[in-house]
T-cell receptor
Framework: GQQVMQIPQYQHVQEGEDFTTYCNSS?????IQWYKQRPGGHPVFLIQ?????EVKKQKRLTFQFGEAKKNSSLHITATQTTDVGTYFC??????????FGQGTILTVHP | DADVTQTPRNRITKTGKRIMLECSQT?????MYWYRQDPGLGLRLIYY???????NKGEISDGYSVSRQAQAKFSLSLESAIPNQTALYFC?????????FGAGTRLSVL
C-alpha cells in the first residue's frame, strides 16, 4: 500500500533559526496536505497542495510540492516559540483517504 | 475542533474488556474516520466511512469494529481490549480532502 515517509522525526532549534521537514511518498499523489498538532492537542489543517511544483506561503511558512508529486516540504523561517508542535504531511488519493507521515516534532528553545 | 466531539476524553480499561469510543459531529460531513496515534508512527487509519451505509477497513483494523449510526455519529469498538491498543484515538470528518479532527480519546489498556 501507499507509504509516506517524513523526516526528521525530531528537530530542536533555537528561536530565530529556520526549520524544514520533508515528506516522500512511495506513489504519486493527487494532493498533499500539511497539519500541525500542538502539544496535547489535535491535528489542525494548514494547507493543501495539488499542482505539480506548487509553492504556497503562509507568513513564515513555505510549502512545496515536488514536480513528480511524490514529495513535499515545509519550511519555517525564523522560528518562534509558537511554532512548537508536531507537523504532519498527509498524502491524498483520488478516493478521499489520507496517508499520514510519521510527523516531525519541533522544539524551539527561546 | 468543537464541531467534532469525542467521548470519553480519557479511558482506562483492563485487558479483555469491551469498550466503545464515540464520535459525533455537527459539521454535516458525510465522511468520517477513526485514527490511532502512537509516538513515532504518526496517524494510522483504522476505519473510515463515506456515508451511513459505507464502512471500510483502514490499514490497522484488526481488533476493532465500527458502527455508523447516523450521518453525525461514528463509534469505534474494541471487542476485547489488549495492552498494545493503548494509544491516542482521533475521530475526523472531511469535506473534499480536508480533515477536521476531534480532541482525541486517550485510552490505556492495563
Amino acid at each position: 500500500g501507499q507509504q509516506v515517509m517524513q523526516i526528521p522525526q525530531y528537530q530542536h532549534v533555537q528561536e530565530g533559526e529556520d526549520f524544514t521537514t520533508y515528506c516522500n511518498s512511495s506513489t504519486t499523489l493527487s494532493n498533499i496536505q500539511w497539519y500541525k498538532q500542538r502539544p496535547g492537542g489535535h491535528p489542525v489543517f494548514l494547507i493543501q497542495l495539488v499542482k505539480s511544483g506548487e509553492v504556497k506561503k503562509q507568513k513564515r511558512l513555505t510549502f512545496q510540492f515536488g514536480e513528480a508529486k511524490k514529495n513535499s516540504s515545509l519550511h519555517i523561517t525564523a522560528t518562534q516559540t509558537t511554532d512548537v508542535g508536531t507537523y504532519f504531511c498527509a498524502g491524498g488519493t483520488s478516493y478521499g483517504k489520507l496517508t499520514f507521515g510519521q510527523g516531525t516534532i519541533l522544539t524551539v528553545h527561546p | 475542533d468543537a464541531d467534532v466531539t469525542q467521548t470519553p476524553r480519557n479511558r482506562i480499561t483492563k485487558t479483555g474488556k469491551r469498550i466503545m469510543l464515540e464520535c459525533s459531529q455537527t459539521k454535516g460531513h458525510d465522511r468520517m474516520y477513526w485514527y490511532r496515534q502512537d509516538p513515532g508512527l504518526g496517524l494510522r487509519l483504522i476505519y473510515y466511512s463515506f456515508d451511513v451505509k459505507d464502512i471500510n477497513k483502514g490499514e490497522i483494523s484488526d481488533g476493532y469494529s465500527v458502527s455508523r449510526q447516523a450521518q453525525a455519529k461514528f463509534s469505534l469498538s474494541l471487542e476485547s481490549a489488549i495492552p498494545n491498543q493503548t494509544a491516542l484515538y482521533f475521530c475526523a470528518t472531511s469535506v473534499g480532502n480536508i480533515q477536521y479532527f476531534g480532541a482525541g480519546t486517550r485510552l490505556s489498556v492495563l
